[in-house]
């Protein structure tokens, strides 16, 4: 079992700045892909990036592309979340999720797989004001 906990997340105006975090624990050896899912009120679940174990190739959402960098830090089992140039669009509860993947390719696909993932956060609220 792996416990996935995020933090970060907050109010910031249009064009602010917000980094998200999240701290894994127990059994992590199916944290080989990490990502961040995002959920707006009456939205369904999007896959915002993906970042393999070893950092190389990560995957964005087209709608934050340019805007959000993904990155891990393997040795405190942490992946974070900078998000720039936010718009109220960006208005979600954003979630950190785990799964054991073989390569890059497969965790890329992970933000749109019919399997989800194994193991997911609370979530933490982001709301950027017009």
């Known amino acids: 079992q792996v416990q996935l906990v995020e933090s970060g997340g907050g109010s910031v105006p249009t064009g602010g700045s917000l980094r998200l975090s999240c701290a894994a624990s127990?059994?992590?050896?199916?944290?080989?892909?990490m990502a961040w899912f995002r959920q707006a009120p009456g939205k369904g679940r999007e896959g915002v990036a993906s970042i393999y174990t070893t950092g190389s190739s990560p995957a964005y959402a087209g709608s934050v592309r340019g805007r959000f960098t993904i990155s891990r830090d393997n040795a405190k089992n942490t992946v974070s979340l900078q998000m720039n140039n936010l718009n109220p669009e960006d208005t979600a509860v954003y979630y950190c999720?785990?799964?054991?993947?073989?390569?890059?390719?497969?965790?890329?696909?992970?933000?749109?797989?019919?399997?989800?993932?194994?193991?997911w956060g609370r979530g933490t609220q982001v709301t950027v004001s017009s």
């Open positions: 999720a785990a799964a054991p993947r073989a390569n890059p390719f497969q965790c890329e696909v992970v933000l749109h797989d019919q399997q989800p993932p194994i193991s």
């Open positions: 127990g059994d992590t050896a199916s944290t080989s892909c």
